[in-house]
């Protein structure tokens, strides 16, 4: 694997990482917890993550949005009749910063602009880091 995609791959576990710890949350009172079935990330619904999938790397998100599949098939059995797979890269698709994990700025490094559907005033997103 090519240090771009490794890069890469860390980038996107760390992405999911923090989109999964600002959804869920669980209630102070009853430890009950809010977990959502499905979140955007890059423009892209992710479906519930099974565990064969996350051991791997990977995100459960449809067929037709995955660049790059893992090799093995059925590792979201959750979300099968979806059209579902594991799925190691997703494209960058126009959407709301925040799916983007970014905030809109005035200035940008190249390298870190996402394709934010919000940004007004001549802002770009930027992925935070």
Same mark, same amino acid.
């Given at each position: 694997m090519s240090i771009r995609? @490794?890069?890469? @791959?860390?980038?996107?576990?760390?992405?999911?990482m923090a989109t999964m710890l600002r959804s869920v949350r669980a209630d102070i009172e009853t430890n009950e917890v809010n977990d959502q079935d499905v979140y955007m990330l890059q423009g892209v619904r992710v479906y519930p993550n099974d565990r064969q999938c996350v051991l791997v790397g990977g995100l459960c998100v449809k067929t037709s949005d995955c660049t790059e599949p893992t090799n093995n098939k059925g590792l979201c059995p959750t979300s099968v009749h979806h059209g579902v797979e594991c799925?190691?890269?997703?494209?960058?698709?126009?959407?709301?910063?925040?799916?983007?994990?970014?905030?809109?700025?005035?200035?940008?490094?190249?390298?870190?602009?996402?394709?934010?559907?919000?940004? !007004?005033?001549?802002? !770009?997103?930027?992925?935070?880091?």
């Open positions: 995609k @490794s890069l890469f @791959s860390c980038l996107m576990v760390a992405l999911v799925c190691y890269e997703l494209p960058v698709r126009p959407a709301p910063c925040a799916e983007h994990l970014g905030m809109c700025m005035d200035r940008c490094h190249q390298r870190l602009l996402r394709p934010g559907t919000d940004c !007004v005033n001549g802002q !770009v997103c930027c992925v935070l880091i």
